[in-house]
């Protein structure tokens, strides 16, 4: 099993709804975070989480929510899809300190037609 | 505030040739350096790092020296092979904060051609 898993693994959702990804990892770190890719823009951080009762916004919150609903899991919502929210979305963890690097998931693609 | 900058891609080259990929940054102190690779279709993977300065990072023939004198993190390889075509990130780790979130450069893709 990887040990980022994130579901789907494609999403195509309409204008307006309200869709969940979802996240978990069997790394036992206790970091989590959500990831934004668009091309050329890189990775934008969206939200991260330090531990279970620990949720910070990241540089492009607006139009998203997350949730820890466990050490392992980490799941980010969009609670009315817009199409700009077209995109690849990565979960990762990683260790406590400057010296770990991150381990991602395989990413959800996601189209707001 | 912190910054990571790469080299505009594609970088475009013949199997076997020596590659580079430039990355400097702009940080307080002492970062911590990455290199992470994506695959087409995968996520992120970490490829290699150094955490100060002078270390070598290493790993599946790919190295990189952190030059705090130059600011730099180049990513090279001698001879790259078609399995080598992704997307190449260069990252930061900052060295003080506490949160030690990371900067990301915008990503360099290499395309080998055989």
């Known amino acids: 099993d990887a040990d980022v898993t994130q579901t789907p693994r494609n999403r195509i959702t309409k204008t307006g709804k309200r869709i969940m990804l979802e996240c978990s990892q069997t790394k036992g770190h206790d970091r989590m975070y959500w990831y934004r890719q668009d091309p050329g823009l890189g990775l934008r951080l969206i939200y991260y989480?330090?531990?279970?009762?620990?949720?910070n916004k990241g540089e492009i919150s607006d139009g998203y929510s997350v949730s820890r609903q466990a050490q392992a899991k980490f799941s980010l919502s969009l609670e009315s899809a817009i199409p700009n929210q077209t995109a690849l979305y990565f979960c990762a963890t990683s260790g406590q300190g400057r010296n770990y690097g991150y381990t991602f998931g395989s990413g959800t693609r996601l189209t707001v037609v | 505030g912190d910054s990571v900058t790469q080299m505009e891609g594609p970088v475009t080259l013949s199997e076997e040739a020596f590659l580079t990929i430039n990355c400097t940054y702009t940080?307080?102190?002492?970062?911590?350096l990455f290199w992470y690779v994506q695959y087409p279709g995968e996520g992120l993977q970490l490829l290699l790092k150094a955490t100060k300065a002078d270390d070598k990072g290493s790993n599946k023939g790919f190295e990189a020296t952190y030059r705090k004198e130059t600011t730099s993190f180049h990513l090279e390889k001698g001879s790259v092979q078609v399995s080598d075509s992704a997307v190449y990130f260069c990252?930061?780790?900052?060295?003080?904060?506490?949160?030690?979130?990371?900067?990301f450069g915008r990503g360099t893709s290499l395309i080998v051609h055989p």
């Open positions: 990252a930061l780790s900052p060295a003080s904060g506490g949160s030690y979130i990371p900067t």
């Open positions: 989480s330090f531990d279970v009762k620990d949720i």
């Open positions: 940080a307080t102190g002492y970062p911590s």
